[in-house]
């Protein structure tokens, strides 16, 4: 209708466009990945590791920290979980841009979808990071963007299709029911 057209005008005139999301992929070669099961959220020593522990070093991963534990020019050292074991070949892929819910649902299924024949991995991960500036918070809190703009998620899904989510907000952010 005319909203339609005026709306669209708008974007014209003002030199507005879409922006169609970044893709990169990356293989990551004998890449030390924590042992995690599925039952043992806390994990077990000697066994599995704990869903803290695999969020941190997710954060590592993503963010291409060094996970060989030895010291250069910086103070701070990281090193995979224990117990851990090297996986040959793991594959990241990253979208950078706005993607609606209904397509995050779509690649949780597609992933989901990976298990679907007799696959190697144990276990894949699902990471959303929303915009830190996001005007997007849970009940009644405004998003403390200018704390931090912690805002996101993470799907641990397993082999038998067994699963973990995974949150951080921010401090001045409330938790979703």
């Known amino acids: 209708g005319a909203e339609g057209s005026t709306l669209m005008s708008y974007f014209s005139k003002n030199q507005i466009q879409a922006l169609k999301p970044k893709i990169t992929f990356n293989t990551l070669r004998d890449l030390q990945c924590p042992v995690l099961q599925s039952n043992e959220l806390q994990g077990k020593p000697d066994e599995s590791c704990s869903t803290e522990e695999l969020f941190e070093w997710l954060g590592a991963v993503l963010n291409q920290v060094s996970l060989d534990n030895k010291s250069s020019s910086f103070l701070s050292t990281y090193c995979c979980p224990q117990p851990n074991t090297i996986v040959e070949k793991a594959f990241l892929c990253t979208i950078t841009g706005f993607i609606i819910p209904e397509k995050i649902i779509q690649l949780l299924e597609q992933l989901c979808s990976y298990f679907g024949e007799p696959k190697l991995a144990c276990w894949l991960t699902l990471t959303v990071h929303g915009f830190a500036d996001s005007p997007v918070s849970w009940r009644e809190s405004e998003h403390g963007f200018h704390k931090g703009g ?15 989510l995974q949150m951080a907000v921010g401090t001045n952010d409330d938790c979703p029911p």
């Open 150 to 164: 912690e805002n996101l998620y993470n799907f641990v899904i397993f082999r038998n299709l067994d699963y973990w």
